[in-house]
C-alpha cells in the first residue's frame, strides 16, 4: 500500500544552511560529483560487528533517534557497518538490513556520479520489530499516524515486518534511500523531488540487488503519471486528498528517472543544489542545461516525448 511507503519527508526536519554557488562545475566540485564513478559489486558481504553501545563510533543522534534509542541503550543490540549504525533485537534482521544497505549506498553514489561523500556522520537505523514498540515511538515523533516506517535526515526507523509477517524490503530501500541521498544533499527539498528521488532510485537499486536489472522501468507505480511538471513542482508538500497520492509519487519519480536516466546523471545533483539554494525548478532547469533547452516548453516536450 503507497501510504506504508510515504516517508515524513525532510519537511518536518530542520533544514541545515545553504551556500550559495556560481557555476556548474563550481557545484560539482563542492558536491564532490564527477564522472565514471565504477558501478557497485552486487551482493558483497557487508561485515556486521555487534558492538556494546559503548563502543559505538559514531553516537550522533538526531531528535527521533534519541527518542528511538530511549532511556536505556542496552535495550537495543547494535552494530556498525562501514557508512551506518545499526539498531536491532534480532541478528537474523540486522544481517540483511546492514547488506542492503552498504549495496545501496555504493549503487547511488555511483548512479549519482558521487566521487567523494563528504558528509562525517554514519546513518542510523532503528530496526522495530512488534508493533506495539513501533506505536509507541511514532506516537512520540510528528510521524503521520499511518506512518510504518519513516526516514528523517540522516535516520532511518524502519518496522522490519508486513502485515502478513514478510520482511518489508520495498520499503526498507526505499527509506533508506531517502537517508542516503540526504548524504550528498543534506538540506531540506521539495517533497516531489525527495519522494521522486527515493522512489526512482530505490526501484533501481533493489532490481540491482536482487540481480534483475532494474533501469528505466524499476519501481513504475500503476498510475498515469500524469501531473503537469508546472503542478507537481509548485506543490509545498503531499497531496491533500489522498486518492491523489499514487499520482503524485509515480509523477514525480517519473520525472526524475526522465532528469538521470535520460538526460545527465552528472548535472542532477548539481540542479538539485540549485533548487535547495532557492532557485524554482523552471529556473533551475535552464540555467542547468542551457545547452539542451532553450525554454521551459522545450524542456516539457522532451519529457512528455520521452514517455514514462
Ligand atoms: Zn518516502
Known amino acids: 500500500m503507497i501510504l506504508r511507503l510515504a516517508s515524513l519527508g525532510l519537511a518536518a526536519c530542520v ?13 560539482r566540485q563542492r558536491m564532490g560529483v564527477g564522472g565514471g564513478a565504477g558501478a557497485a559489486g552486487r551482493g558483497t558481504d557487508t561485515p556486521l560487528v555487534e558492538v556494546p553501545w559503548e563502543k ?3 553516537k550522533k543522534l538526531f531528535k527521533d533517534g534519541e527518542i528511538a534509542m530511549g532511556k536505556d541503550p542496552n535495550a537495543w543490540r547494535h552494530a556498525e557497518t562501514p557508512h551506518f549504525v545499526l539498531h536491532y533485537h534480532k541478528i537474523i534482521d540486522a544481517r540483511k538490513v546492514a547488506r542492503q544497505a552498504e549495496f545501496y549506498y555504493q549503487q547511488i553514489k555511483s548512479d549519482l556520479q558521487v566521487t567523494e561523500d563528504r558528509y ?4 542510523h537505523i532503528f530496526i522495530f520489530e512488534k508493533a506495539e514498540e513501533w506505536k509507541d515511538f511514532r506516537a512520540q515523533t510528528d510521524a503521520e499516524e499511518w506512518a510504518a516506517s519513516f526516514a528523517c535526515r540522516s535516520e532511518v526507523f524502519f518496522q522490519s515486518r508486513e502485515r502478513d509477517g514478510d520482511f518489508a524490503a520495498n520499503t526498507l530501500a526505499h527509506e533508506i534511500t531517502h537517508t542516503i541521498f540526504y548524504r550528498f544533499v543534506p538540506h531540506r527539498v521539495p517533497t516531489w523531488l525527495n519522494e521522486g ?4 532510485e530505490s526501484g533501481n537499486a533493489y532490481a540491482k540487488f536482487k540481480g534483475i536489472g532494474g533501469g528505466a522501468h524499476a519501481n513504475v507505480r500503476h498510475s498515469a503519471a500524469s501531473f503537469p511538471i508546472k503542478t507537481l513542482v509548485a506543490m509545498k508538500g503531499y497531496p491533500e486528498d489522498k486518492k491523489d497520492v499514487n499520482e503524485f509519487y509515480a509523477s514525480s519519480a517519473r520525472l526524475v528517472r526522465f532528469l538521470i536516466n535520460k538526460l545527465d546523471r552528472k548535472r542532477f545533483l548539481p540542479l538539485v543544489q540549485k533548487i535547495v539554494e532557492g532557485a524554482k525548478f523552471e529556473e533551475a532547469v535552464l540555467a542547468v542545461y542551457p545547452d539542451k533547452f532553450k525554454t521551459f516548453a522545450d524542456f516539457e516536450r522532451a519529457h512528455e516525448k520521452a514517455g514514462i
Do not use: L
Open 15 to 27: 533544514a541545515a544552511g545553504v551556500v550559495s554557488a556560481q557555476t556548474i562545475e563550481e557545484i
Open 56 to 58: 559505538i563510533g559514531d
Open 120 to 123: 562525517d556522520r554514519k546513518n
Open 197 to 200: 528521488f527515493a522512489e526512482f
